[in-house]
């Protein structure tokens, strides 16, 4: 199922027209190049309670990123390592259409994809988490949610949670230790691209995730590894476009890399 | 979700080359279809691959429910994951989980694609996916199977949906993954293709690869999607099939 969308979701078919036929000049709605992404703002240290955060404003979508570090038991095939878990929240205030209770499968994919860019990619060293090896480590909670939804939720969220992260702080004090800064490596971002006609677009807004055919995340560390992927939404590519989408989540992770977390 | 990558003692290729279950690194394991094998689906089909043992069963077109799920353009495709509680070594809880929603949804997406919905406003088409032993890879087995019950429910195709895995082990690019090197390898890539045309249906990664790796990995699967989809073509053969002999008096 695509996002949920209402009356006012439902693109015109004229304007459906209109982006398509943008598009074949090379021009999209907003005045973007097809591999630019929105400008984004993101303000670190948002809710100071929090053990880390970030409030995320991509074009219209925004998104609120906040950490929570306690202690509990680590799983028990890994007892050197602390625990990472992901949630990403459809708030019920960010679309006409979302509604509150349990995620839905999209909330649940978003979340795993977000998820998945981080723990692959090893940004957090899960191994300086642990207090006492298979009985007590740190627990990182990632949730996010969702506040307004104006398209590619996935790389808003990704970036939020990427953010709140990189500020966190664990509180080793209560353990009878010193607060300490999380321990972080690599930063993965994550580039989603959509399908339009025969068009690569890169961070589409809702119109565009509207008509798209096919949707495709590819999450990069700055060495240039590839994490995470993730196919949705009904649609094709073909292996030549998962090439060039490689290549261009490359290149845009690292301007937005630079950009934000230099 | 599972932690790729965790280290262990255990050498998952040897001195001459071999994978832990002696494979090469380009090949597959064994792959059987059955078709047709229960009795109330409308098409079903049976797929052994390596240990995975999984059922797909395919119900529909039927009405969509609740009406006001129904596309006024096309039929809604729904495909179900599900692992049986004794398919992996601990006993899973029955029942849906984060990561089995995940893979229903994107199952369903790749489905949606090759099925020709537009011939069938207002209407459901549900696919079921149980996976009785699980042996990794058990997401694109499934899903060369549900393509198969489909073709056998006499569901319209624009073509097969045949999948593969490929991924990293003891930093080596191999094809579709056994269990042992899902759990300790570096990376798994499962991609569906729609043979003939080589449009990629799902696609999904996780791990650490170059990307010099991911494309050795896509060159393995495109390879080996061929010879799924001829097993797929020939276990629909074999069931449907007409032998013409000359007539008696």
Not at chain 1, 132 to 159: H, M, Q, R, T
Not at chain 2, 137 to 157: C, D, E, K
Not at chain 2, 159 to 171: E, L, P, R, S
Request: proline residues 5%; hydrophobic residues 40%.
């Amino acid at each position: 199922m695509t996002m949920p969308r209402d009356e006012a979701g439902i693109l015109s078919e004229i304007k459906r027209g209109y982006i398509l036929r943008l598009l074949k000049e090379g021009k999209r709605a907003d005045g973007r190049a097809k591999d630019q992404v929105r400008e984004a703002t993101i303000v670190t240290n948002y809710l100071p309670r929090a053990s880390g955060s970030a409030m995320v404003t991509m074009g219209k979508t925004r998104v609120l990123a906040g950490i929570k570090i306690e202690t509990g038991e680590p799983f028990p095939d890994t007892p050197n390592q602390g625990v990472l878990t992901t949630n990403v929240e459809m708030l019920p205030i960010a679309f006409p259409t979302f509604e509150s209770g349990p995620p839905n499968e999209d909330a649940i994919e978003l979340s795993r994809v977000v998820d998945r860019g981080i723990r692959e990619s090893k940004m957090i060293d899960l191994q300086k988490l642990v207090i006492e090896p298979a009985k007590k480590v740190w627990i990182v909670f990632i949730d996010i949610n969702v506040l307004d939804y104006d398209g590619n939720l996935i790389d808003a969220c990704s970036l939020g949670a990427v953010a709140a992260l990189k500020t966190a702080i664990v509180p080793g004090a209560a353990e009878g230790d010193k607060d300490f800064p999380l321990p972080t490596n690599l930063t993965p971002i994550s580039v989603t691209m959509v399908k339009i006609g025969d068009e690569l677009v890169v961070d589409p807004d809702l119109e565009e995730e509207q008509i798209a055919s096919g949707r495709l995340t590819v999450t990069t560390s700055e060495d240039g590894h590839v994490r995470a992927m993730q196919k949705g939404e009904p649609g094709f590519f073909t292996l030549e476009e998962v090439r060039k989408a490689i290549s261009i989540s490359s290149n845009v992770g690292k301007t937005v890399r630079e950009k934000y977390f230099r | 979700m599972k932690q790729l990558g965790t280290e262990s003692n255990i050498k998952l290729i040897d001195e001459k080359g071999l994978r832990i279950d002696g494979r090469s690194p380009e090949e597959l394991r064994p792959i059987k279809i059955e078709v047709d094998v229960l009795n109330r689906a409308d098409g079903s089909a049976l797929i052994e691959w390596g240990g995975n043992k999984i059922l797909a069963a395919v119900y529909g077109p039927r009405e969509a429910y609740p009406k006001h799920n129904q596309d006024i353009n096309k039929a809604i495709v729904k495909a179900r994951y599900n692992m049986e509680a004794y398919s992996v070594d601990e006993r899973k809880r029955p029942g849906p989980d984060r990561r089995s929603m995940e893979i229903s949804k994107v199952l369903s997406e790749a489905l949606e694609t090759a099925i020709m919905v537009e011939q069938f406003p207002r209407a459901q088409i549900d696919v079921f996916i149980e996976v009785m032993q699980a042996d990794a890879g058990t997401r694109i087995a499934g899903l060369t199977a549900a393509s198969v019950a489909l073709a056998a429910a006499g569901i319209p195709m624009r073509d097969f949906v045949a999948g593969c895995t490929a991924g990293k082990v003891d930093g080596q690019i191999v094809l579709d993954l056994c269990k042992e090197e899902d759990n300790f390898g570096q990376a798994d890539l499962p991609i569906a293709i729609m043979p003939k045309s080589g449009r990629i249906v799902l696609l999904q990664m996780d791990g650490d690869l170059t990307v010099e790796e991911v494309e050795k990995a896509t060159g393995m699967i495109m390879g080996a999607i061929k010879k799924i989809a001829e097993i797929q073509r020939n276990a629909l053969l074999t069931k449907f099939s007409v032998t013409q002999t000359e007539g008696g008096e």
